[in-house]
């Protein structure tokens, strides 16, 4: 059985840092496209940071020179640096993974999901 178990969330001050991990179980990612993901009360989930097979990474404007997206293929894991961080952050995440070999925006192509962690950014 294929699990995806996002930790790392938590309640952070704006212009803190946080660093989300995701860890694969039941089969191996390394040779597919991962992907972070989010969602806000009341709003659609929204794609944050993609990395393909060959960690080519692609980011949100949103969120583009503030998070970092990474892999450690050994260990079948994918974090997400969160630097400086803003109240709009605040949402629960969601780590995903597709059977592609490259990231894609959009949620409906991913067919691994893990059960997300809250990420909370106070002002």
């Known amino acids: 059985q294929v699990q995806l178990v996002e930790s790392g969330g938590g309640l952070v001050q704006a212009g803190g840092s946080l660093r989300l991990s995701c860890a694969a179980s039941?089969?191996?990612?390394?040779?597919?496209?991962m992907g972070w993901f989010r969602q806000a009360p009341e709003k659609e989930r929204e794609f944050v940071a993609g990395?393909?097979?060959?960690?080519?990474?692609y980011y949100a404007d949103s969120v583009k020179g503030r998070f970092t997206i990474s892999r450690d293929n050994a260990k079948n894991t994918m974090f997400l640096q969160m630097n400086s961080l803003k109240p709009e952050d605040t949402a629960v995440y969601y780590c995903?993974?597709?059977?592609?070999?490259?990231?894609?925006?959009?949620?409906?192509?991913?067919?691994?999901w893990g059960q997300g962690t809250q990420v909370t950014v106070s002002s």
């Open positions: 995903a993974a597709r059977s592609a070999l490259g990231a894609s925006p959009q949620p409906k192509e991913y067919e691994y």
């Open positions: 039941g089969r191996t990612f390394s040779r597919n496209a």
């Open positions: 990395i393909g097979w060959r960690s080519g990474t």
